[in-house]
């Protein structure tokens, strides 16, 4: 035959019905379990510090301005880098203005008998503080309030008033009311400095997309105090906007110092080079050097025709007195081409030539040069030529000085005309760099102006959409869901600690603990029994098990397939898993129903069968066997019982194994067969000698029985072995010492159930009741045992 490996099953299999009925006798631990959780829920809601949640919105400013210059200057300017104002905003910096501006370095706290809250702005008193010895030593101080009006300090002895000043080693405080009511109560008082206190709230933001994708995003603060958490938050948004507008006044204020600065220094220039243009025109008679140029070349110009001038007159006045002074020319007139520009000389040279004239008349009258009319003329002519030859050379010595003046005021304008590009281009120079400045002076005026303006119209990046509000729901503990955690813990840990005790479990516990290890089929179920004796079933008693070996008996029918004289064979594993309480009542619900039954008790190493029913017998079946007994004599009746009888052992021979060989073995059968209807052999385990194995050869069926929490679940792929391969006849499986719990029914139903009683069903009994109560019915016998098949 093939080789053959053990059944395995999954557990997923398992049915609805079969995992309620596989826990529903932990009932009542899951009904502790489940209540001991829900207190626990109750007490963690009640005295755990609930934790409250406040979100604002924010909306940064994103994209590129399309606008212009003024666009830019009156607009915000878009955030391009979100990631970073979301670090600033939950930066200890931006919480520590917070904080100042909140005032939240003074926390308050209500001292309850389990739990302190933060009670914030809902303390009946403010402590004032004074001074401080140490402003960055954080502090705490107790107060107990014995009256309305009074209170101690760290539950120290003396009291004090409001509006008292009290003095410790932490400075000099005093208390104000807020409101009152604090009678009775305590209070705690703590004080962090800016920098602690920020450092606290600060990893407390939490900043996160409302909606992904767009710049609109939620500030959040889970605390103990939602009011507290409301200031946070709000105080935060607008701090952030008036932190992003001073970051910006920085840069501005920066750039507007520096612009006024350079006004200030180009101011100076401009003064200091336009001194020192005027300085250098009044000294160099700059003022009007285009006109000056003309001029001094105009000077040189007119200086040069006058020399030229006085020098042609000169020669005419040298002409003129060689005229004159020639003898000759004493009674002729003067060359009229000979003009003098001097008018006084020219009148006298006039008159001269009148009086030539007159003369000349005299003579053409025949005037004889005796005369004295002529001779008078000749006198006046030669005074007067005297006269003009005096004033030429007076004339000539005035020309000649002209001409030297002449000269040297063209020779000045020439020395001006060569000084004055040099001149020109150093006041030109001067113009340059002053209108240089100017023009810088100029573009830093705009500068400023745009520049104050930008200041004058800074504006944040951000805008608050949506402040934050105090709310009175926490988000921790959450009620519900502590509840429900806690309903799941009550039933998932009585739940998990039988699964892993099952788990660990290496023995038999539920009829599907065999199905899933081997394909034999279950024969039935017999209960725990309380009574004192073996033998339980009688015709009088309805208990639970004898029922169930009724059931058993009725089941047997469908296996032995109507054989007229079955011989039943009963063993185990091991000892002590109920052989003998099984075939001692199989045997007696055979007899009761009008079968001559016999019991053979063939665990000769250990018999138990008769002592379980307090009988004795002298001889036995190993008397039989060496030839000292016959047949006949072996059989005892079992007391009460009509047509049962037993067969003991006997003594127990040295040599159990090797007897069980013996031939007569065969004729003990033979001769059995002949005077009984149904035979039960009680064998020794099959898993610890191999009686069980030399007896299976007369056995029609075998009948091998489990005890429930005593047999291991490693024997069963035994049985599954001895199932395939036929080394045992028809092996059925017994479930012995199944457990009931009282009001709960069987803890070992199997995955088809069984049935008993009135046509089958699932059935419960009080410990110490005859009678089971059903509780409902499943399907018959018949269909039972055919899907088993």
């Not at 710049?215 to 932190?243: C, G, H, W």
Request: charged content about 25%; overall charge positive.
């Amino acid at each position: 035959m093939e080789n053959h490996q053990p059944v395995n099953k999954d557990l997923g299999t398992l049915s609805i019905k079969d995992l309620f009925f596989k826990y529903v006798r932990f009932l009542p631990v899951f009904l502790v379990s489940v209540a001991v959780c829900l207190l626990g829920a109750y007490l963690y809601l009640r005295y755990t510090t609930p934790i409250y949640r406040v979100t604002g919105t924010l909306s940064f400013k994103q994209g590129e301005s399309r606008g212009g210059k003024f666009d830019d200057i009156f607009n915000a300017k878009n955030v391009s880098d979100v990631q970073s104002e979301i670090e600033i905003l939950k930066s200890q910096a931006l919480m520590e203005r917070v904080v100042d501006s909140v005032q939240l370095q003074t926390s308050y706290f209500a001292v309850g008998k389990i739990k302190t809250l933060n009670i914030y702005t809902e303390c009946p008193f403010r402590l004032n503080i004074i001074k401080l010895t140490d402003s960055f030593t954080a502090f705490k101080m107790n107060f107990t309030f014995p009256t309305e009006n009074e209170f101690r300090i760290n539950k120290e002895s003396e009291k004090y008033k409001f509006g008292d000043v009290f003095e410790n080693s932490y400075g000099r405080f005093s208390l104000s009311r807020a409101h009152p009511g604090v009678k009775g109560k305590e209070y705690n008082v703590e004080w962090r400095s800016t920098q602690e206190q920020a450092s606290m709230y600060a990893p407390m933001v939490r900043v996160a997309p409302k909606i992904v994708g767009t710049s609109i995003y939620n500030i959040q603060i889970d605390y103990t105090n939602s009011a507290l958490a409301a200031d946070i938050v709000n105080n935060l948004m607008v701090r952030y906007k008036d932190a992003s507008i001073d970051d910006k006044n920085v840069t501005i204020k920066q750039r507007l110092e520096y612009i006024v600065s350079q006004l200030s220094r180009i101011e100076r220039d401009l003064d200091s080079i336009e001194a020192k243009r005027i300085v250098y025109i009044n000294e160099n008679n700059m003022s009007a050097y285009e006109e000056q140029v003309a001029s001094f070349f105009e000077i040189q110009t007119r200086s040069d025709e006058q020399i030229q001038n006085q020098k042609q007159q000169l020669v005419i006045m040298d002409i003129m007195t060689a005229y004159l002074k020639d003898s000759m020319n004493n009674f002729e007139k003067t060359p009229s081409s000979l003009s003098i520009s001097d008018q006084a000389l020219g009148a006298m040279v006039g008159t001269y030539n009148q009086l030539q004239l007159d003369r000349k008349r005299l003579l053409e009258q025949k005037i004889p040069e005796e005369n004295p009319q002529v001779q008078a003329k000749n006198a006046e002519l030669e005074k007067l030529r005297k006269i003009i030859l005096e004033s030429l050379k007076n004339v000539k010595i005035a020309y000649n000085s002209s001409i030297d003046d002449f000269y040297k005021r063209g020779t000045a304008a020439i020395f001006k005309q060569k000084e004055m590009p040099a001149k020109i281009q150093r006041l030109v120079q001067m113009e340059r760099e002053r209108d240089s400045k100017l023009a810088l002076y100029k573009f830093l005026e705009e500068q400023r102006e745009e520049t104050a303006m930008q200041q004058a119209a800074t504006v944040s990046n951000s805008k608050v959409l949506t402040v934050a509000y105090p709310t009175k729901t926490p988000i921790k503990p959450n009620k519900r869901a502590i509840q429900l955690l806690a309903i799941i813990l009550g039933l998932g840990l009585p739940a998990m600690y039988i699964f892993f005790v099952e788990i660990i479990n290496d023995k038999i516990n539920t009829r599907y603990d065999i199905e899933k290890l081997t394909t034999a089929s279950v024969l039935g179920e017999v209960g725990h029994s309380h009574s004192a004796s073996s033998m339980i079933v009688s015709k009088t008693n309805r208990s639970m098990v004898s029922e169930q070996f009724r059931i058993i008996r009725s089941n047997l029918q469908y296996v032995l397939n109507k054989i007229e004289k079955p011989v039943i064979m009963v063993t185990s594993s091991f000892s002590a898993e109920g052989k003998s309480f099984i075939t001692t009542n199989l045997g007696g619900v055979m007899a009761l129903a009008g079968k001559k039954t016999v019991m053979l008790e063939f665990d000769i190493r250990k018999p138990k069968l008769f002592s379980g029913m307090k009988l004795n017998s002298k001889q036995g079946i190993t008397n039989f066997l060496v030839g000292k007994a016959q047949m006949a004599d072996l059989p005892v009746k079992i007391p009460g019982y009509e047509n049962l009888y037993g067969i003991s052992c006997g003594p127990v021979p040295p040599n159990p194994a090797e007897l069980l060989l013996d031939s007569r073995v065969e004729e003990m059968f033979q001769w059995l067969k002949e005077n009984f209807d149904v035979i039960l052999i009680d064998t020794a385990p099959v898993g610890m000698v191999s009686d069980a194995m030399t007896l299976g050869k007369f056995a029609d069926t075998t009948l091998y029985v489990v005890r429930q929490g005593y047999t291991y679940k490693k024997q069963v792929s035994l049985i599954d072995e001895l199932y395939h391969e036929n080394r045992l006849p028809k092996i059925s499986i017994i479930v012995n010492d199944v457990k009931i719990k009282p009001g709960y029914g069987y803890y070992g139903y199997g995955r088809y159930g069984y049935g008993y009683g009135y046509g089958g069903g699932y059935y419960e009994a009080e410990e110490g009741q005859d009678t089971p109560k059903r509780i409902f019915s499943f399907m018959r016998l018949k269909n039972f045992l055919t899907r088993r098949k």
